[in-house]
């Protein structure tokens, strides 16, 4: 009876027990679930450290103004600046549209002959041994330098502007293109020339996708750079635009125009690097997650 009592209990054990897909189901769920939960929180802390980041910023900025009663021509308060940009918002936009014209034309322009050259430096070592060092000795040249000799050349309208943000994100994308062409797995690279294939085939199906990490790399600096050198362009000689609203704003003492300013162009560059985020995360997914 104690042998029976024993069997009946395993049996009524055996059926409480739930299938085996039904287990595994269950298990899937759970980490479908954890790993909806982990994400969720990685999100929110993006989001929130980032603007406790800027609060905090904000904060000792009005200490220290409050704190040492720092004079508004010197350095205006938060507040200030907040006020102004509001009641001249209509000047900064007016003044923000020809800057973001200017770097994105600079942008598409350094980028797409940057990733020409590198694709012509990966198929010819010679001719990236010669000119390598050329783009590099041009990019060791001071932005500020080079603004000049652009206007002189092409005169005082939009073009020198594009073509300083374009010099300012030539370097950074031709370098991490090169180094993404290069960064091939040798053991692919060898199927594919068993495979008989192609450069071009090499080119677009091997080289273009291993590069796309690090070309996102370098456009993510180019994004960041490109409005520095819209706005250089214009300290040299512009009526237009957000370098020369500094430049006015700094002869005519108005410090909370000059900070509204900056903000703009800081926002600017802000969209820039976003939507390049952005378009990374839509282009590149079969990158892993990284590790926080």
Not at 115 to 134: C, D, G, L, R, S
Request: positive net charge; aromatic residues 10%.
């Amino acid at each position: 009876m104690l042998t029976k009592g024993v069997v009946m209990n395993t049996t009524e054990i055996k059926l409480a027990m739930p299938p085996d897909d039904d287990l595994m189901i269950a298990v899937e769920d759970a980490e479908t679930v954890a790993w909806h939960t982990s994400r969720r929180r990685q999100i929110w802390r993006q989001r929130i450290l980032p603007a406790i980041g800027i609060a905090l910023l904000l904060f000792i900025w009005w200490a220290i103004v409050a704190g040492f009663n720092v004079k508004p021509f010197i350095a205006p308060s938060p507040l200030l600046v907040l006020e102004t940009l509001f009641a001249k918002r209509s000047v900064l936009l007016e003044n923000m549209l020809p800057t973001a014209l200017e770097a994105a034309g600079g942008f598409l322009l350094g980028n797409l002959v940057a990733i020409i050259i590198a694709t012509v430096f990966v198929h010819n070592k010679t001719v990236q041994e010669i000119f390598f060092p050329v783009a590099l000795m041009l990019n060791a040249i001071p932005i500020v330098a080079k603004a000049p000799v652009l206007v002189l050349m092409m005169g005082n309208g939009v073009e020198p502007k594009i073509a300083i943000a374009a010099l300012v994100c030539f370097f950074p994308t031709l370098v991490n293109m090169v180094r993404g062409l290069q960064a091939v797995n040798p053991q692919t690279m060898e199927l594919m020339r068993v495979l008989s294939a192609s450069k071009t085939e090499v080119f677009f199906k091997l080289r273009l996708f291993s590069s796309l990490p690090y070309l996102f790399s370098g456009l993510r600096i180019a994004a960041s750079m490109c409005v520095i050198g819209a706005v250089v362009g214009e300290w040299i000689g512009a009526t237009k635009g957000i370098g020369a609203l500094i430049i006015q704003a700094t002869y005519n003492f108005d410090s909370a125009l000059l900070y509204s300013a900056i903000v703009m162009s800081a926002c600017l560059t802000g969209t820039f690097f976003l939507v390049i985020a952005l378009l990374e995360r839509w282009v590149v997914r079969w990158q892993p997650e990284q590790a926080h």
